[in-house]
């Protein structure tokens, strides 16, 4: 499986940004996709995920209300829907899938697309 993920740019606080990312080879694999982002000097965050089965969804604490994920099955696609944006959600944003059978709150993932970089200024 390998992922694409696009999007990221440059937003005032406040504002909105989507991201996707792109599955490609053995998609028919993919059990769930996530979403997590890396600050600079700081460890890797989950973000959240989504079921590719059901559509069911899994967020942090430090986005809920703010983020929503979607998925377009019919094109391996998967979107995080950004919005009220503010400065410390700066980072990189990786976008990565699971084809191993694991709960929505499991941060172990099989495979990482690259990522970009989303920045939001004050």
């Known amino acids: 499986v390998q992922l694409q993920a696009s999007g990221g740019g440059l937003v005032q606080a406040g504002g909105s940004l989507r991201l996707s990312c792109v599955a490609s080879g053995r998609?028919?694999?993919?059990?769930?996709?996530g979403w997590f982002r890396q600050a600079p000097g700081k460890e890797r965050e989950f973000v959240g995920a989504i079921s590719f089965s059901?559509?069911?969804?899994?967020?942090?604490?430090?986005?809920?209300?703010?983020?929503?994920?979607?998925?377009?099955?019919?094109y391996n696609t998967v979107h995080l829907h950004?919005?009220?944006?503010?400065?410390?959600?700066?980072?990189?944003?990786?976008?990565a899938a699971r084809t191993t059978i694991a709960i929505l709150t499991s941060?172990?993932?099989d495979y990482w697309g690259q990522?970009?970089?989303?920045?939001?200024?004050s």
């Open 27 to 33: 998609t028919f694999s993919i059990y769930s996709m």
């Open 54 to 74: 059901d559509g069911l969804t899994y967020y942090a604490d430090s986005v809920k209300g703010r983020f929503t994920i979607s998925r377009d099955n019919a």
């Open 82 to 95: 950004m919005n009220s944006l503010k400065p410390e959600d700066t980072a990189v944003y990786y976008c």
């Open 107 to 109: 941060t172990r993932y």
């Open 115 to 121: 990522g970009t970089l989303v920045t939001v200024s």
